[in-house]
Structures are given as C-alpha cells and as structure tokens.
C-alpha cells in the first residue's frame, strides 16, 4: 500500500493539493508541511522518508478511504495518517521546521 501512494507523490502536485485546501484546515496544512520539511532533512533515514512520501501522496489522493470531497470529514483520514508519519518522525523535527510549517 506504501508504493501505491508513494506514486502518487510529487512535489508539485503537494504544493498544489495543499494550496487547495480551504485556509481554516489549518492543522493539515500545517502538519503536511511539516512532514514536508521533515522529508527533505538529509538526516532522516531513508525508510522514515518513505513513510513520509507515502503519506503526502495519502494526502494528495483523490481516493483514499474517506474522500477528500465530503465536507469536513473528508480529511480526517488524511490528517490521522499525516499525524502517525510524524509521530514516528519527532525524533528529527526541528524548531526551525516547524517555524517553517507554521508560516
């Protein structure tokens, strides 16, 4: 399942999908930043940076198991599996990563 939307990743497509998303999913988008910054650390281990991409292109999905265009709770499965990516990768966030997001 990881390859499979590993694929669906691209840098220009999550840039895209995330200046889509309506300002007040504030969280998503902060954390799918946030992910974003972490990805790109030449520090973080390559199988966590897989996590990562595959959970972007989770994100960027128009199929997933919720779809993206029910109201509200559309996202709250991309949001719980952005939120577990980085759970296993807090070890490697920093403060400047997160000012990044933040911005």
Same mark, same amino acid.
């Given at each position: 399942m990881t390859s499979r939307y590993a694929k669906q990743f691209s840098q220009k497509r999550f840039w895209r999908k995330l200046h889509q %998303? *309506?300002?007040s999913y504030r969280d998503i988008r902060y954390r799918a930043k946030l992910l974003w910054y972490v990805m790109r !650390? *030449? #520090?973080v281990p390559i199988a966590l940076k897989a996590s990562a991409i &595959? &959970? %972007?292109g989770y994100l960027i999905? *128009? %199929?997933d &198991? =919720? /779809?993206d265009a029910i /109201? =509200? #709770?559309g996202y709250? !499965?991309?949001l719980a599996v952005i939120t577990a990516v980085l759970a296993q990768l807090e070890p490697y966030i920093t403060a400047d990563m997160r000012m990044k997001a933040a911005s």
């Open positions: %998303l *309506p300002t !650390d *030449p #520090g &595959a &959970a %972007l999905c *128009p %199929l &198991a =919720i /779809p /109201p =509200i #709770g709250v !499965d991309d």
